[in-house]
């Protein structure tokens, strides 16, 4: 990271499941990482966990708001329902930037049944919202938090689907920084079928009585498997 510029990466509602276990993988691949929250307190102690797990002072945390601000990049890790409200607050701060969107459209109480949105899917809704300034980029839906937390190899692949070729690979960048696998799927239109193949995960895991059921591409080219298993 040392001979190039090092991004600013800005994980909006950072303090629930998925945002802490990231923002540990990218700090810890010196990334600058912003946890971000409606209440900055709860930015602030969610960060201080962050950094006492990596023995260094280098997570911050802000308000979304200010954290959009400060971001080369915005990550947004918040559950559906707030999906619509918080993309309308930040619209205006995210032009210009890539937003990777981990979204999954769940509707309680029937997480493992496919729905999707109008739009096809929720980073397609997120695409609709922003307008063509933020290049959006579907990523991490399919990985539990459960892995994110873990210091080991994470058994479950990462698809990422986006309009932008340069985002995808931006985003398939942060992938590899957060030592897990990464696929290029295609247009954000792709995304319909990963973030409907979380609900099958979620389904399999109350099924199977599974923890935290993933998925692996398997076939050839090997090479980009580089997890180091
Ligand atoms: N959990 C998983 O294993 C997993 C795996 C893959 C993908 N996903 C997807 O990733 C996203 C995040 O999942 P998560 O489990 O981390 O979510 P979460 O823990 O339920 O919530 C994350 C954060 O979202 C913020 N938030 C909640 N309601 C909000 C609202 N009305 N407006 C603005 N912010 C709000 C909260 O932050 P503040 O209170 O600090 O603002 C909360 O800490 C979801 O869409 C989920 O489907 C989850």
Redesign the pocket.
């Known amino acids: 990271m040392s001979e190039r510029l090092i991004l600013t990466l800005a994980i909006l ?7 802490p276990g990231l923002a540990y993988r990218w700090a810890s691949a010196g990334y600058h990482v912003i946890i971000g ?3 900055p307190e ?2 602030e102690r969610v960060a201080a966990e962050v950094n006492e797990r990596l023995g260094r002072d280098v997570v911050r945390s802000m308000a ?1 708001e200010e954290a959009v601000q400060s971001c080369d990049i915005a990550v ?8 619509t ?2 993309l309308e607050a930040l619209k205006d701060h995210l032009q210009g930037k890539v937003l990777v969107d ?3 459209p ?1 509707v309680p109480p029937k997480e493992g049944q496919v729905q999707m949105p109008s739009a096809g899917s ?1 980073a397609q809704e997120a695409q609709e919202i922003l307008g063509d300034g933020v290049d959006v980029v579907a990523a ?7 892995h ?1 937390l873990e210091d080991r190899p994470v058994p479950c692949d990462v698809l990422v689907c986006g309009d932008s070729e340069e985002a995808r690979k931006q985003a398939l960048t942060l992938v590899a920084a957060a030592k897990l696998v990464g696929w290029d799927a295609g247009p954000l239109q792709n995304a319909v079928v990963v973030e409907g193949l ?1 609900s099958i995960l979620i389904g399999i895991n109350q099924r199977y009585k599974v923890k ?1 059921a993933g998925i692996r591409i398997t076939g050839e080219p090997v090479e980009n498997r580089a997890d180091p298993e």
């Open positions: 509602g950072g303090t629930g499941k998925v945002g929250s409606r209440t709860k930015a979304n947004l890790t918040v559950p559906y329902e707030a999906h409200s918080i981990t979204t999954v769940l929720a991490f839906q399919n990985v539990s938090h459960i994110l979380t935290a």
